[in-house]
């Protein structure tokens, strides 16, 4: 996203990945949302982008190839066809998911729609560890959305690999 305000910031980039119940993956999606360049410029300030010009740059050069939001929300929910059932609701899962859930709310309705109520927020699951077991998983931060969703699975296998030892 442009910044963590789901009413003035906007989704920049855009990732899925399909998994089975052993969080192996079945099917990646993943896409470039065309953003104004004067929100981009407004909006990417502050000090997490200071502290992470390359990956704003990045976002930044890519944005000249990306796509209108509702070209993107179709082939998300072509996506969800694809690999699940017409009436299921999806699970939206991976880390600090609450503030993603809202950018999805306040720009594609009908993405928000086939998502299911309950989340897997795999936050949740670094706090309980963290204070219960001091167990601490060093997830790479790439900042960037496919990778960002491969280290969340890669964490959540960690912590249910500790429930099943």
Known sequence: MTGLDPKEDRILEVAVIATDW???????????????????????????????????????????????GRSVENELLEFIDKHFAKDERVLLAGNSIHQDRKFIENEWPRLDARLHYR???????????????????????????????????????????????
């Open 119 to 165: 989340m897997l927020d795999v936050s949740a699951w670094k706090v309980v560890f963290a204070g219960k077991y001091k167990a601490k998983y060093a997830k790479p931060e790439a900042h960037r959305a496919l990778e960002d969703i491969r280290g969340s699975i890669e964490e959540l296998k960690y912590y249910l690999s500790k429930v099943n030892a």
């Open 22 to 68: 052993e969080f192996n993956e079945i099917a990646t999606y993943s896409a470039v949302k065309k953003v104004g360049p004067s929100l981009m410029k407004q909006r990417m300030v502050g000090e997490f982008w200071e502290k992470f010009p390359h990956v704003r740059d990045a976002l930044v050069a890519q944005n000249l190839d990306g796509k209108h």
